[in-house]
């Protein structure tokens, strides 16, 4: 991947504003859902308007703006108008309620907020009961809608002489990017400018190198997720068209959008990945040529069936990386063996280490946590007790994420460290019985947690989503496990059959909510 650097007196603006320019004749954004498309200089035009209306009023550098909704074409306008007024941007998950929303503005206190309609009253009721002074505003058209906004505050400068704002990038954070992850708990990481720019440009013109700017982008992303960030910059910089859908979570949209758009690129949830494949043949896969599965570990056999419905010369791998590593921090290469995440970037800093000891790994095959020394990722936004868990002394960050690296320096993803189960003496990777029990045709999916014995410490407890039609026994799948695996590894705590795995919004699964249906389940 390119070195590209960042000037010290650049911010991700001037970076947008020179490309939005540039590639003024390309498309910029589809919506697939009702077909409507806009080019690069409409995009900017409508950008430019509103970074000058927020100025009319009063905003000023280093003034937060939220932004949720669906994938529609006016929902990144508010992003790159922030951009180009130095405004920390935060995304809101499009699913969430009252509470979610009152405790990531808790945490953030939005100076501006961007919303679908039907959200406007819980967006103003959240602020409202915080004490914050929100400006709220509606996609769209009507009262307190975008275009009423722009339409009480132009100003008759002309287009091209319009100028990103200067700030001290050092103070202020370029995006606060929520991390909920599976527990529950509402983090959002900070990022300072130069880091985080440096990562999207160096992607952006190695998107150039492989010759696929210009082309089409598929963006399945909500806009809370760190792929969202970066693709809707990323695409900019490359001059690529993002397509999308202001109706979410549709597999029919979204398998219609494939065959008529033909992307190149795409990064996908394992759940996404298997619902194509569930239907792969209605859709035509053959027309990516980078497809990174993302998000969760997938399994061998649908990455396999993956690469079967692609061309052979396409690149189809599992993405490690995390938020806060602003996305993959792994590269995956033609020669990655099935089940890698890849190999190491040449200029991240990073390494293996004991969970307990913290002493470095260097054998290969020897499962450790990754450890990354990353300057983009500078805290928890206004959670100094989280950020202070998460960082080591000598500035390493924490992933909580174990990984081995085999002899060719190939790492492979194992299991998240809290996701251990200890029994007695022993650490139990959840995900070793559950590639056991995968084994089974009649499990459609599996996820194994621990539970609470006051003897033992924690009991596995095996949770399936049989298959239709399935007549696997909770007593077969309890034989199948202790057949393959050491006796301590045994399913002490049961077996649990549900109709389906609570999942996040970013598709992984919920283990609080999985841990609460257990404990009011009927387990043998």
Known sequence: ??????????????????????HSEKLCQIDGATGEQETFQSALSRSIALAKAFREVGFKSGDILAFGGQNNLDLHIPFYAAIFNGYPVVGVDPYYKYDEIRKLFEITSPKIAFCERESY???????????LD????????????????LDANKDDEPEEKFMVAEFDTDAIYQFLICTSGTTGSVKVAAFHHQPATTWITQHAYGSRALQLDGRVVLNVSPVNWI?????????????????????????DIIIDMINKYKPVISAMSPALVTSLLKRKNEVNLTCFRVLAVAGAKARPETMIELRSCMNKEALAAESYGSTETVGSIVRVTPDTPLGSCGIAYANRVMKLVDPETEEEITEANVPGELIVKDPGFTEYYNDPEETAKVFRPDGFFKTGDLLYRDENNFYFYVDRIKTLIKYRNFHIQPSELEDVIKANQDVSDVCVIGVDNPEDGQHPVACIVPRDGATVTRQEIKQLVSGKLSKQKELRGGVVFLKELPRTSTGKIARKKLLELVLNSKRE
Do not use: W
């Open 1 to 22: 991947m390119s070195e590209a650097k960042v000037r010290p007196d650049c911010h991700l603006g001037h970076i947008l504003l020179k490309h939005m320019r540039e």
């Open 121 to 131: 009253s819980t967006y103003v009721n959240a602020c409202h009961d915080l004490g």
């Open 134 to 149: 929100t400006k709220v505003i509606i996609f769209g058209r009507g009262v307190n809608s975008l275009q009423e906004f």
């Open 227 to 251: 792929s969202s960030y970066f693709i809707s910059t990323v695409a900019i910089i490359a001059g690529q068209c993002q397509l999308q859908s202001s109706i979410l979570d549709n597999i």
